[in-house]
């Protein structure tokens, strides 16, 4: 199954569709303006919340969590590595590997590759498309490939910050 995912440039309000294979709207991504750290909800096309992606703060690393209705179904957390960033996924008991900044990675369950993600970069706005394993909760997929873009957003922003104290 693939999934396909893109994101507007410059909205102050994340909201988004996610397509399937044969450019179908399946799921919107809305995100809340006005909340205590990153907030996604994940519907279906019906108006029904699927999943919340949240992030948790005061932590040393990056962690959000995935809850569906009410109850916490997994923690994304971006794991202390010194050259390639690595994401644990408690719950399902994912790990997330390959050029996570290029936006080119494997969602793993021990060795098997269960996810492939990669960025279509001749795009307005960020675009991916999201292949994966049939067996697999595409709803659980997305919360977590949205928690890592949602980690990237915010290391990318810190350092356009950096970058313009310094000028």
């Known amino acids: 199954m693939k999934l396909y995912m ?30 205590l750290g990153k907030k996604l909800h994940i519907y279906d096309m019906r108006n029904h919340e699927l999943a919340m992606v949240q992030q948790k703060l005061f932590t040393l690393l990056p962690k959000y969590v995935v809850t569906v209705e009410d109850e916490e ?15 644990k996924v408690k719950g399902p008991d994912w790990t997330v590997d390959g050029d996570i900044w290029d936006h080119d990675y494997k969602i793993r369950r021990g060795m098997d590759a269960i996810v492939h993600v990669s960025k279509k970069w001749l795009s307005w706005g960020d675009a991916y498309e999201i ?3 049939k067996e697999l909760n595409p709803v659980m997929v ?23 104290r310094e000028k």
């Open 142 to 164: 997305l919360a977590v490939v949205l928690a890592i873009d949602c980690v990237l957003d915010a290391e990318g922003e810190a350092a356009v910050a950096a970058n313009n």
């Open 73 to 87: 179904v997994a923690e994304i957390t971006k794991e202390f590595t010194l050259f390639k960033p690595c994401y």
């Open 6 to 35: 893109k994101q507007k440039v410059f909205a102050f309000k994340d909201r988004f569709y996610v397509k399937d294979e044969k450019g179908n709207d399946c799921y919107y991504v809305e995100g809340e303006l006005f909340s």
């Open 131 to 133: 292949n994966i394993k």
